[in-house]
C-alpha cells in the first residue's frame, strides 16, 4: 500500500458487502477489507483469489511423510539390516506412526510459513493503523479500502452509498 487511499467506514457488515458490490459492479478493483471477523462474502465481493495455503500444506505433508518413510526404509533395510524375530526388513506397518508424525508437522510449519508470505507478513508499518479512527476495525467497524487515484469514484459518489459511516484519507 504505497499509494494514498480511502477508508470508507460502515457499521454493519452487510453495509460493506453491499457497498463492495456496488463499487466491484462500477469497475472498481484494488479494494482491501478491514474487519473485525471473516465475513465468507466478502472474498467474492472483493474478487480475492484463493488463499494458497492449502495446496502447500498438502505438498509438505506428501514430501515430508516420503521423506520419513523413506528415510526409515533405507535405515531398516539397506543401512542396518536386522532380523529381530523373524519379520521381513521393510516392516512398513511399524513406519506408519512416525509417517502420519511428520507428515502433520510438515503441514503445519508449511502452512504458517505460506500463510505469513500470502499475508505479506511479517510487515513492521502500515499506513492503515497510523489513522487514530481505524482502531475500531477490531471491535465493530468495518472498513473498504480504496485508491485514491484516478478512476476511483470522487468523494461526493462515494458519500452516496447507503450505510456509510465516514470517509477517511489515508497517506502512503
Known sequence: ????????????????????WDLRRRGQGDMDAH???RIPELDEALDLPPAPVRPVMLAAALAGGAATFALQWWTSVRLYPFD???????????????????AVLSAAAAGLIAMFVACG???LHHPFFATARTERAGDDRFYLSLPDAPGTPDRLQLSAIPGLREIIEVAP
Open 1 to 20: 500500500m504505497s499509494e494514498a487511499r480511502l477508508l470508507l467506514a460502515f457499521d454493519a457488515p452487510d453495509d460493506l458487502i453491499a457497498a463492495a
Open 35 to 37: 474487519v473485525p471477523f
Open 84 to 102: 529381530s524375530g523373524g519379520r521381513p526388513l521393510n516392516a512398513w506397518q511399524v513406519f506408519t506412526f512416525a509417517v502420519f508424525e511428520i
Open 121 to 123: 507478513l511479517p510487515r
